[in-house]
């Protein structure tokens, strides 16, 4: 089993749908990083959390560290949201990232 | 700031040869990242660095070197070049803060194929 698992695996959406994508840990970690890789490969960090909800414009970024589970959510999605969303755990001073999320909106 | 700087931007190497891949950084930061992206898979850390002379191994080690001399420079050494080390090489950088959990900056990445 992975130490950090993310569902879907791939996600189609229709333009102006709201967006979730999840994330869940099995390990400690000391803060949890949300990442978006664009179609020609480079790498964003979008957000990093130790607790609580951050928001940036139509992303929404919420971790509950209880129970080990994050989610990214996005607003009135755009196909230029079209990417691969990582989560990825903090620990010991690396990141141990999760397979991604493939994610497809459509006009 | 041209933030984190990678060179080549696409490489082939022949099985057997040998080769550096260049990472910059002009940000001042402490943490240096460097990890491997094989084809519809997640990252994989291959060496990390929290300071100039000091590094460290990630997940996937074998068949790479790395140095630090410098705050700026993070180089990776391919020795013998294998067709398994056929993939996209990212670099990565950090302020160091709360023992590397902090934002990573990454490259524009690396596309070497060992044929």
């Known amino acids: 089993k992975n130490e950090v698992e993310q569902s879907p695996q791939n996600l189609t959406a229709q333009e102006g749908e709201f967006i979730t994508i999840n994330c869940s840990y099995s390990?400690?970690?000391?803060?949890l990083h949300w990442l978006q890789q664009h179609p020609g490969g480079g790498i964003v960090s979008l957000f990093m959390?130790?607790?609580?909800?951050k928001k940036h414009g139509r992303l929404i970024a919420t971790i509950n560290i209880q129970e080990k589970h994050s989610s990214l959510h996005i607003t009135a999605s755009h196909p230029r949201d079209s990417a691969v969303y990582i989560c990825?755990?903090?620990?010991?001073?690396?990141?141990?990232w999760g397979a991604g999320t493939k994610q497809i909106i459509k006009p | 700031n041209a933030g984190v700087t990678q060179t080549p931007k696409f490489r082939i190497l022949k099985i057997g040869q040998s080769m550096t891949l260049q990472c910059a950084q002009d940000?001042?930061?402490?943490?240096m990242y460097w990890y491997r992206q094989d084809p519809g898979m997640g990252l994989k850390l291959i060496y990390y660095?929290?300071?100039?002379?000091?590094?460290d191994k990630g997940e996937v080690p074998n068949g790479y070197n790395v140095s630090r001399s410098t705050t700026e420079d993070f180089p990776l050494r391919l020795e013998l070049a294998a067709p398994s080390q056929t993939s996209v090489y990212f670099c990565?950088?950090?302020?160091?803060?709360?023992?590397?959990?902090?934002?990573?900056?990454f490259g524009p990445g690396t596309r070497l194929t060992v044929l």
């Open positions: 990565a950088s950090s302020r160091g803060l709360a023992e590397g959990s902090d934002t990573q900056y």
């Open positions: 940000m001042n930061h402490n943490y």
């Open positions: 990825a755990a903090s620990r010991n001073y690396q990141l141990i």
């Open positions: 959390l130790s607790s609580g909800k």
């Open positions: 390990v400690g970690i000391s803060a």
């Open positions: 660095s929290v300071g100039a002379g000091i590094t």
